[in-house]
T-cell receptor
C-alpha cells in the first residue's frame, strides 16, 4: 500500500536539543496525525491536524499542517529521555474514509 | 479518554493452528475498527477495516479466509489467524476511531504473534 515519506529516518541527538521531522506525500491529505510508538507497544496519538496551515501544540510538541496539504512537520523542543521512540505521521485522504496511510517512521535516539 | 485494549498481548502457537486476537474500545463506542500488521523495523500496514454489523473490508493482498474478522459489537472486534504459518509471525495492532468524523484513531497495545 501507499506510504508517506518521512525524514529523517533516524536521529541521534543529545538531551535538551530540539528535534524536527517531516512527512511528505504526492497526494493531498485532509487530516494529518502524529503518533509515537515505544518498543512492543501500539502507537500513541500526539497531535491531530485538520486544516491546511494549522499549527497545533501539545506540551513541548508542535506540529503543522502544510499549506499544500501534502506535508506536515513535527517539532519537539528541549528533548528529554522519554522522547526516545519511533514517530509516525499518518494521513487521512477523505473525510468519512477513515483509512490511515502511515509514514515510514523516524527513530529518535538520545545520546547520553 | 480513548482507551483500546488488546488480548492477548503475546501468543505463541504451532503451525497449522488458529489464533484469535481481541480488540476492545473500553470507554467509547467504535462502529469502525482497523487491523494492522507491523513487521520488525517497519511501519504499520493496514490489513482490514472492521465494520460493526457487516463484513470486513480487506486490503489488497490480504487473504480474507486466512484472517477472519468479526465485529460483534460497538466495542469488540476480533481477528482470527487461521492455519497459522511462521511467516504470519508479526505484531498485530488494532485501532478504533473517535472524535470528529472518527479521524482520530486510537491504537491498542498490540499482540505479538509467534508461529513455531
Amino acid at each position: 500500500g501507499q506510504q508517506l515519506n518521512q525524514s529523517p529516518q533516524s536521529m541521534f541527538i543529545q538531551e535538551g536539543e530540539d528535534v524536527s521531522m517531516n512527512c511528505t506525500s504526492s497526494s493531498i491529505f485532509n487530516t494529518w496525525l502524529w503518533y509515537k510508538q515505544d518498543p512492543g507497544e501500539g502507537p500513541v496519538l500526539l497531535i491531530a491536524l485538520y486544516k491546511a496551515g494549522e499549527l497545533t501544540s501539545n506540551g513541548r510538541l508542535t506540529a503543522q499542517f502544510g499549506i499544500t496539504r501534502k506535508d506536515s512537520f513535527l517539532n519537539i523542543s528541549a528533548s528529554i529521555p522519554s522522547d526516545v521512540g519511533i514517530y509516525f505521521c499518518a494521513g487521512l485522504e477523505n473525510f468519512g474514509n477513515e483509512k490511515l496511510t502511515f509514514g515510514t517512521g523516524t527513530r529518535l535516539t538520545i545520546i547520553p | 479518554g480513548a482507551v483500546v485494549s488488546q488480548h492477548p498481548s503475546r501468543v505463541i502457537c504451532k503451525s497449522g493452528t488458529s489464533v484469535k486476537i481481541e480488540c476492545r474500545s473500553l470507554d467509547f463506542q467504535a462502529t469502525t475498527m482497523f487491523w494492522y500488521r507491523q513487521f520488525p523495523k517497519q511501519s504499520l500496514m493496514l490489513m482490514a477495516t472492521s465494520n460493526e454489523g457487516s463484513k470486513a473490508t480487506y486490503e489488497q493482498g490480504v487473504e480474507k479466509d486466512k484472517f477472519l474478522i468479526n465485529h460483534a459489537s460497538l466495542t469488540l472486534s476480533t481477528l482470527t489467524v487461521t492455519s497459522a504459518h511462521p511467516e504470519d509471525s508479526s505484531f498485530y495492532i488494532c485501532s478504533a476511531g473517535k472524535g470528529w468524523d472518527q479521524a482520530e484513531q486510537y491504537f491498542g497495545p498490540g499482540t505479538r504473534l509467534t508461529v513455531t
